[in-house]
């Protein structure tokens, strides 16, 4: 995993530049290369993910307070404010209510803050050359594009 996620460092090598530590949300985690990343940076890292097995690794494997949930939005309430970096990396898109997801995000942000949504955009140039094949529609796991 070490590995895996020193590749993907140029995902959060942007956040460093201006947050060294503190505390981090990831919404979706994946792979958790984006945790691995940043508790190795400093951070005490907190996950919202849906899938029981993901979860499992995050906690065992990787050290990161884990929540299982398929409503992140609903999960953050539960959460205290103050978090340094929020990050919603390709996971907006496949929830229900990302709209809410980011408001929620928008009230648990320290001052000074950082939200890092990472999205497919339909407004891109890619999406306006190859169109239907785009890969990043994706359905029916994309339930949402957000125009950036």
Not at 105 to 132: R, T
Request: proline letters at 7%; aromatic letters at 8%.
């Amino acid at each position: 995993m070490r590995s895996i996620a020193a590749a993907e460092k140029f995902r959060t090598d942007g956040i460093l530049k201006y947050k060294t530590g503190g505390r981090a949300l990831e919404i979706g985690p994946w792979r958790g290369v984006i945790c691995s990343n940043m508790k190795n940076a400093g951070f005490a890292v907190t996950a919202i993910e849906m899938d029981a097995n993901c979860v499992r690794f995050l906690r065992d494997q990787l050290g990161v307070e884990a929540i299982q949930s398929t409503d992140p939005a609903a999960a953050m309430q539960n959460l205290k404010p103050g978090f340094d970096v929020i990050i919603a990396w390709h996971s907006l898109e496949h929830l229900p209510h990302p709209w809410l997801v980011i408001e929620r995000a928008a009230q648990l942000l320290a001052p000074g803050g950082i939200l890092l949504p990472a999205l497919p955009n339909p407004d891109s140039f890619e999406f306006s050359v190859v169109k239907a094949r785009w890969m990043h529609l994706d359905a029916p796991h994309h339930l949402h594009l957000l125009p950036i």
